[in-house]
């Protein structure tokens, strides 16, 4: 017998695109989020910087975060969701205040706003110091707890779309014992995330498989500028490869310098921005640099900053370097770049819709434009506020019109293997990072597209009922968009640098 549930809207993620946008929709629409871990779990808990944007902020101000968008982005953003981004956030974060998120304060009570790469000002907004995200997502989910329209279920990982005529009308989602379930909704939002996991070292959680991507492309929709894997230039180094800690862009915004092995600056040799560039060239310089001085890693300097500004400002950064040994008050903290964002994603329009009727997508998961080839510092958590929003708005119209929903269930006809698939995703893994890194050639893009073409085919051949083949399968899959995105790609531009 299969297992059906059903409702008006089904929410796949319980990051901040997916669980704001719940907060967002109607009260009177029945709403499942499901998400594949626990929901403190995902990139949205582990944002550090803070999110962008000024309350009662001035039109001059606005356009400046506009001009810094679209610079960081080396200007092929979507320029209308740029302004959407930018006009918007002043309501936005006014909005995320009245659910609740407690951002900082100075002794008057005034918000206080911080400095990242690429940012002219500060105007950056954070809670908890360098603990940004988990604290706008604890604040989120107390409110959302109140919302009995509103249920969330844990461990349950969506593997494809439900679709009937065109139409997307819920999807598969299997549990930790790898059974089925079907969840019927008469609208989807698409909220999985980003693509770390295709990576040796990425900040992600290593459930970041692209999944949302994968299914969408797996229903024929676009998917746009996958090249552009933005690397963050400042991960905390250590010899295991997997997820890595974050060291965040505020720390350079507050004053840290880049020092080779050599304990010598050398940003200034790249670009006179220095050590506040956007994260494209600083990830690019660090990677040259560290060819040039034969290593694996270079440093972060705020010592001569004052400890107690150090330890308040970075309380979390603090304390996990400390438990490695390092007093970054006193000791260069070893830094490396590695995955972090992915500023392509499904194609949607200015409300989240994609090309498929009912399905949405918002956050990572999405191709809005507002990144361009390099996402500016701190604008993706204000990305999933803006166009979280906008989704809702746009079901909310239409929800007189939820209605019971008539699909014929497809048979699965899965095979129950017990297949993990390892080798597959270590793979994929070492050659995302060999060849689809920060540098880029034909040939190796090549190479690295020969082999995972091999494994994509055989896995299509094979059918698994699992979380191990799902996850295997669509980590191939985006890294072969990735592939074949930067290989179309030529010429450099942003986060996508080739050498031929
Ligand atoms: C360490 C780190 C620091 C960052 N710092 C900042 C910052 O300071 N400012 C900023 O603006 N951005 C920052 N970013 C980026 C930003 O956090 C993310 O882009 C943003 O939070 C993405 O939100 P999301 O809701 O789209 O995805 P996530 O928060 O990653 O949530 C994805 C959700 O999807 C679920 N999911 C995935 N696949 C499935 C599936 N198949 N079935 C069911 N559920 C699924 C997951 O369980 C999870 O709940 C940071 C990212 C990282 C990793």
Redesign the pocket.
Known sequence: MKEIRQYDVLI???????IYTALKLDSNLKIGI????AIN????N??????AGEINSSKEKKDEHYEDTLKAGSYVNDKNAVRILVDEADDALKDLISLGVKFDVDKDGNLIKTLEGGHRSRRILHAGGDD??NHIMSDLRNTLYQRTNIKVFEN???IELLHQDGEVKGAIVINHQNEEIYILANKVVL????IGAIYQNT??EK??CG??IAMAYRLGLKIKDMEFVQFHPTAFYDDKMGQKF?I?EAVRGEGAYLKNIEGERFMEKYTPLKELAPRDIVSQSIYREMYDTFSDHVYLDITYKDSDFVKNRFPTIYKHCLDYGIDITKDLIPVVPVE??LCGGIEVDLYGRTALKNLYAV???AFTGVHGANRLA?????E?VVFGKRVAEDINKTKDQCEKINIILPDMKLAKKKYNFKDIRQETRELMSRYVFIVRTKDGLEMAKKILTKHYKNLLKINVLSRYYYETLNMVTVALIVINQALERKESIGSHFRID
Request: net charge negative; proline share 0%; glycine share 24%.
């Open positions: 796949l993620g319980g990051g901040l695109a997916g499901y998400v594949k871990d779990k995902g990139s949205s582990l944002a550090q910087g803070g999110i940004t995200g349950e990982m969506a909220a999985t995330g980003g900040t992600n459930f970041n999944d949302g974050l965040s972090h964002f956050g990572e998961c701190s604008n993706s958590l204000l999933c």
